[in-house]
């Protein structure tokens, strides 16, 4: 992919953060055309670590409406994709770096 953020952000919420710990397992939100071997690269790149794995899911929007004075207002939040990075024994990523 050229000219494109492929790593969009971490994931952190308690599941994750308890995979990092006992799995060695990291989330991110990429961008919804990246491959797996480019979601690789990309961390290999960035935290300068070995991934052994990735795996990616698809996550449909959630659809929402509102009520207005106008009536019932209906909308949908957009499809992401979630990318599980699982790196090599030994090799840690620090998203909360005091720097």
């Known amino acids: 992919m050229k000219n494109q953020q492929i790593l969009v952000r971490p994931i952190i919420t308690e599941k994750m953060l308890r995979l990092q710990e006992t799995e ?3 989330g991110f939100v990429v961008n919804i055309n990246a491959n797996k071997i480019e ?3 990309a961390v290999e790149k960035k935290f ?3 991934v052994d794995s990735v795996r ?3 996550v449909k929007g959630k659809t929402k409406q509102s009520n207005t004075r106008r009536g019932i207002t209906r ?3 957009p499809d ?3 990318a ?3 790196l090599r024994d030994g090799d840690k990523i ?6």
């Open 56 to 58: 990616t899911i698809k």
């Open 75 to 77: 909308g949908r939040r």
């Open 39 to 41: 979601i690789k690269s």
């Open 48 to 50: 300068d670590v070995t």
């Open 80 to 82: 992401w994709k979630k």
């Open 84 to 86: 599980i990075v699982t």
């Open 94 to 99: 620090d998203f909360f770096e005091t720097t």
């Open 24 to 26: 060695n397992k990291y």
